[in-house]
């Protein structure tokens, strides 16, 4: 593993509010410290038949403790050492590093309603093994291409065997249940329900949503109406979180199983519909393009996959996802990304049917996700994550709406494309004098009038060398393929 030399990296991962242990980032591995508080816990965990099972199926960060001569090099460090001292440390896992961590406001609800499912799978897989649950938000699931994984070991507990509550009920809710529902029933984003609410979605908020109707109606009658009547009624009552022991453990079992099966039923309910269309569903192939210069543009972007070979991809504003899928299939790690949630949600249910490694996620890189949480560093963003962690970024159909929706300059564009890939850029041009560059234009040709594939091509080569271009027949558009200067050959 190499000793704690002096270009060592170390950053605290966003696990620091975890009494029983912390996550840090040492040298591009993950590891997390335990204190003997979590210890008990961990260890039942870890020996239980779920923990194994659901590792092997991928459901669950693999995770294993270094030996002993390594957990001594890792403590010859200073930033370790003094974290394993401030916060009582007695022992330290390395876990397995998630390629491309993304955060629950980033996902289509297509995902949140997943990650709550596999929550939920595990909560009820526990019980036969007397273990539980002890919180429920997304933040313990990252996805690996389609495929959430639980990824917070210390959310484990033993379970008292008499009792029949589940504490973490009420955060599931606000977590998962109501901004599914706020968004399928409402139209709320999942953005606005999460990035400013680390929590949730609180009942009173969406009540205060609700017309009369909605209010007295399934499933926000239960979810949503009676905990605000209710709380209005025990403002100052706190016995609901006191624990109550049954003494028939069977009998105990059989209430829980029923409330998360409940849950379940509850989360079907507020599934994402299947059908849902948008103003960007089908755009590439509706609105620019022949099918012959269509064609033409796939067999452009496979070529140049086919020769760059990349192992880590961002398609921006994937769209239907017809190129991520085409670089997935090619043996890429792709990260699809595009401002609507209907098609990254589309994306999203493709990539999981067809076990393809793909993670959409809801960005637009016009105004990118920004960093979070405790001093804005908690949950890091989009651009933090992304820059350098390319091998190739494709840029298809895209700039013509950053340079004219977003007024982005292209010099700008060019810039951001250098950051985010160490390597080669797919990347397309459309010209003022397409029908949807017009389009969009909106009577402000002149902005744009001195726009040429020339004057294109001078800005990308300032930060890029182009290595193959082509124009599609017929149409004012131009692809290329690119190699950021300075990148090795």
């Known amino acids: 593993m190499g000793g ?283 609105n620019s393009y022949a099918p012959e210069q269509f064609a033409a543009k796939e067999r452009f972007v496979e070529e140049s996959l086919a020769a760059s070979r990349p192992k880590q991809v961002l398609d921006v504003g994937c769209n239907t996802g017809k190129f991520s899928f085409m670089a997935a299939r090619g043996g890429a790690r792709v990260v699809a990304i595009d401002c609507d949630p209907v098609v990254a949600g589309n994306v999203w249910r493709q990539a999981a049917a067809e076990r393809l490694d793909v993670l959409p996620l809801v960005v637009n890189l016009a105004r990118p996700t920004p960093g979070t949480g405790w001093n804005n560093s908690e949950y890091p963003s989009f651009l933090a994550r992304a820059r350098g962690a390319f091998d190739t970024v494709l840029m298809l159909a895209v700039v013509h709406h950053l340079l004219v929706t977003e007024r982005i300059p292209l010099d700008g564009i060019v810039d951001l494309a250098a950051d985010l890939t160490t390597d080669k850029l797919v990347i397309e041009f459309v010209a003022p004098e397409d029908a949807m560059f017009k389009k969009i234009v909106r009577g402000r040709e002149d902005l744009h009038s001195g726009l040429t594939a020339a004057v294109f091509e001078d800005a990308c080569g300032r930060r890029f060398d182009i290595l193959r271009s082509q124009r599609l027949d017929g149409a004012a558009r131009w692809l290329y393929l690119m190699r950021r200067k300075g990148a090795a050959i």
């Open 4 to 286: 704690p030399a002096q270009t060592a990296e170390f950053s605290l991962v966003s696990s620091f509010r975890d009494p029983n242990g912390v996550l840090f980032a040492w040298n591009g591995r993950i590891f997390r410290i335990v204190n003997a508080a979590g210890m008990a816990d961990l260890k039942a965990f870890l020996a239980s038949g779920c923990a194994a099972k659901w590792a092997s199926a991928g459901a669950l960060i693999r995770t294993a403790a270094p030996g002993d001569a390594e957990k001594r090099e890792l403590l010859q460090a200073p930033e370790i050492a003094g974290l394993y001292a401030r916060i009582g440390g007695e022992v330290i896992l390395e876990h397995e590093r998630i390629p491309f961590p993304s955060f629950p406001y980033e996902w289509p609800p297509e995902m949140l309603h997943r990650a709550a499912a596999l929550t939920l799978e595990l909560a009820l897989g526990l019980l036969p093994e007397s273990l539980g649950l002890k919180d429920a938000t997304p933040y313990n699931i990252l996805f690996r291409g389609p495929q959430p994984v639980f990824i917070d070991v210390l959310s484990f507990e033993r379970r008292d065997p008499g009792d029949p509550a589940w504490l973490a009920y009420a955060q599931f809710v606000r977590t998962f249940l109501l901004p599914l529902l706020a968004n399928r029933h409402l139209g709320l984003a999942l953005d606005q329900a999460l990035l400013a609410r680390r929590d949730g979605l609180e009942p009173e908020e969406v009540y205060a949503w609700l017309g009369p109707l909605k209010r007295m109606r399934p499933p926000f009658f239960s979810l949503v109406s009676m905990p605000v009547w209710l709380a209005l009624r025990h403002r100052q009552d706190d016995s609901i979180y006191r624990k109550r022991a049954l003494p028939d453990a069977e009998r105990a079992k059989f209430i829980l199983t029923a409330l998360l099966k409940g849950l379940q039923r509850q989360l079907r309910a507020a599934a994402p519909k299947a059908d849902a269309r948008s103003a960007w569903s089908g755009y590439m192939e509706a």
